[in-house]
């Protein structure tokens, strides 16, 4: 990364090069890069502006398309050159009805806290504990990573944001969360959506492929969006196919 400013060495710079360079038209010339580096190789550049390729690259893939019928909005179209994937909105009746699962989920509030506090800001520690992503060791698998929770959180806040489903706390003030409630919508889970990517990334990267739905990683997504659950600011998780998303994990609110 980029040293940080400091005076002292500005000035210094400044006198070594005045005590080392004499006039400009003595200084050797370096011979001059005549070839552009391919588009593709982005090694040279500091990891935080890799990042802005990168999202820049991934985020070009997708687009957010909303369905309506007479003025009301019903779902979702997530497009990549052609519609590859849509998400309806659950109406009022199946929130309601999704209720009673959100309490029986409560009993586990207990046993979860920490999980459920330190999920709040950090997933991918328990990721990490699975496959040991240490800085140093595991810099470009951390950036993919990385990469991929920016994407889902730039294409699960707009879905977010045009179906606008409530949370459970806008059903009824019985749930009491254990945590604040978000401000953006609930559908679709960012911890469900984000979760399972990584799990599927992990795998893929780990397995090459096999059975998904059994492993550890699957499972820890699956956990981590259970706990949404018990923290009461989602109603339930269901499993939903996602033809090119791989399996993505969704809450249903």
Not at 190 to 206: D, K
Request: proline share 6%; net charge negative; charged share 25%.
């Amino acid at each position: 990364e980029l040293t940080e400013p400091s005076p002292l060495l500005s000035d210094a710079l400044n006198a070594s090069r005045e005590g080392t360079v004499g006039a400009w038209g003595d200084a050797p010339n370096k011979p001059a890069r005549e070839k552009a580096l391919s588009y593709g190789n982005v090694s040279y550049l500091y990891p935080s502006t890799r990042a802005i390729l990168i999202d820049r690259d991934l985020a070009k893939r997708f687009e957010i398309q909303p369905l309506s019928t007479d003025n009301e909005i019903t779902g979702v179209a997530v497009i990549h050159g052609k519609r590859k994937l849509t998400i309806d909105r659950p109406n009022m009746p199946f929130l309601k009805a999704q209720m009673s699962h959100l309490r029986r989920y409560a009993d586990l509030r207990d046993d979860r806290l920490s999980e459920i506090q330190v999920q709040i800001d950090d997933i991918l520690s328990f990721f990490g504990a699975i496959h040991h992503l240490d800085d140093e060791r595991r810099q470009y698998t951390l950036e993919l990573l990385t990469a991929l929770v920016r994407l889902c959180i730039e294409v699960e806040m707009e879905v977010k944001h045009i179906l606008s489903v409530p949370r459970p706390i806008e059903l009824t003030g019985a749930v009491q969360p254990l945590i604040q409630t978000p401000d953006h919508g609930s559908f679709p889970s960012g911890h469900a959506t984000e979760s399972s990517a990584l799990a599927m990334a992990l795998f893929v990267l780990s397995h090459g492929a096999g059975d998904y739905p059994d492993s550890l990683e699957a499972r820890t997504a699956v956990r981590i969006a259970q706990n949404r659950t018990v923290a009461g600011v989602h109603t339930r998780w269901t499993a939903r196919q996602g033809m090119s998303w791989g399996g993505f994990w969704w809450a249903v609110s």
